[in-house]
Antibody, heavy 122, light 106 residues
Framework: EVQLLESGGGLVQPGGSLRLSCSAS????????MGWVRQVPGKGLEWVAA????????YYADSVKGRFTISRDNSKNTLYLQLDNLRAEDTALYYC???????????????WGQGTLVTVSS | EIVLTQSPGTLYLSPGERATLSCRAS???????LAWYQQKPGQAPRLLIY???RRAAGIPDRFSVSGSGTDFTLTISRLEPEDFAVYYC?????????FGQGTRVE
């Protein structure tokens, strides 16, 4: 069974930074695009970022473009999300998602992790 | 950006009843690029149906989708107790994915 385990969440002040990690197992990590989706507790889902399997293509929601950076280390089966210049509205549970294919575009999220909570507050 | 609007916000039904959930898009696209996800309290969302009629692994055939253009529907033919949850539609037309705000089935 595919496993996605997020870590790195926590409390950070506005303007601060965090790096989230997602450790993947039980599938060929480099073969699939990966991404991040966030959810304010009790609210809906918002796609954040995606990266192709080969690491050459990255995509971002307008709300995080220029502040967040998605990356991956295929040798470690790990996905990352660097969160910089954080704002209160970035407070959410961040889910790591596996795409159904390699290229990211036009793909569904077929597996989800359990999420890591990011709280931005002074 | 394609905006998805789901209705109703909450659907009040009993086990055995039929559930019809609506997802309306701000721009027309093919149902091929519409997916539905289910989320239960305290759990991560899980993929239900995508690609017009493809069910994710383990999803029973009481779940079906229909629609075209800007109006799409998820139908649960006979509600089972485990189906009471929040359902999200999502478009994946390109490389920018958007979700509807969700419909809660209670």
């Amino acid at each position: 069974e595919v496993q996605l385990l997020e870590s790195g969440g926590g409390l950070v002040q506005p303007g601060g930074s965090l790096r989230l990690s997602c450790s993947a197992s039980q599938f060929s990590f480099s073969t699939y695009a990966m991404g991040w989706v966030r959810q304010v507790p009790g609210k809906g889902l918002e796609w954040v970022a995606a990266i192709g399997g080969s690491d050459t293509s990255t995509y971002y929601a307008d709300s995080v473009k220029g502040r967040f950076t998605i990356s991956r280390d295929n040798s470690k089966n790990t996905l990352y999300l660097q969160l910089d210049n954080l704002r209160a509205e970035d407070t959410a549970l961040y889910y790591c998602v596996k795409h159904s294919g390699r290229i990211a575009a036009r793909e569904v999220f077929d597996y989800w992790g359990q999420g890591t909570l990011v709280t931005v507050s002074s | 950006e394609i905006v998805l609007t789901q209705s109703p916000g909450t659907l009040y039904l009993s086990p055995g009843e039929r559930a019809t959930l609506s997802c309306r898009a701000s721009q027309s696209f093919t149902i091929t690029y519409l997916a539905w996800y289910q989320q239960k309290p305290g759990q991560a969302p899980r993929l239900l149906i995508y690609g017009a009629s493809r069910r994710a692994a383990g999803i029973p055939d009481r779940f079906s989708v229909s629609g075209s253009g800007t109006d799409f529907t998820l139908t649960i033919s006979r509600l089972e107790p485990e189906d009471f949850a929040v359902y999200y539609c999502k478009q994946y037309v390109g490389s920018s994915w958007t979700f509807g705000q969700g419909t809660r089935v209670e």
